[in-house]
């Protein structure tokens, strides 16, 4: 098992920047890939992107987030979310997760607020 917990969300303004961390706890041992969600009010969760089983920066990042947002991960156990240049449209309930041994994303987070505001 997994456990993880989302920290750093609030209220910016348009054009300013936030930081989500998500601090991992239980089987880390074993370096899951873990990645980043989001879910606006009225639509489907969104994949935002994902860090594989090594330390470094994101490897894959979607297409609206790209180029203002950075995913991290300093080791088994933190991965960091740096939005910049938010928009109203990235408001929304942002999600850690990570994955089962199956390559599913089995692990998920409470979830934390960010709103933007235009």
């Known amino acids: 098992q997994v456990q993880l917990v989302e920290s750093g969300g609030g209220l910016v303004q348009a054009g300013g920047s936030l930081k989500l961390s998500c601090a991992a706890s239980g089987r880390t041992f074993r370096w899951p890939p873990m990645g980043w969600f989001r879910q606006a009010p009225g639509k489907d969760r969104q994949f935002i992107g994902s860090?594989?089983?090594?330390?470094?920066?994101?490897v894959n990042l979607a297409d609206s987030v790209r180029g203002r947002f950075t995913i991290s991960r300093a080791n088994a156990n933190t991965l960091t979310l740096q939005m910049n240049s938010l928009k109203p449209d990235d408001t929304a309930v942002y999600y850690c997760?990570?994955?089962?041994?199956?390559?599913?994303?089995?692990?998920w987070g409470q979830g934390i607020q960010v709103t933007v505001s235009s």
């Open positions: 860090v594989m089983r090594s330390i470094g920066v994101s």
């Open positions: 997760s990570a994955q089962g041994e199956d390559g599913s994303w089995d692990y």
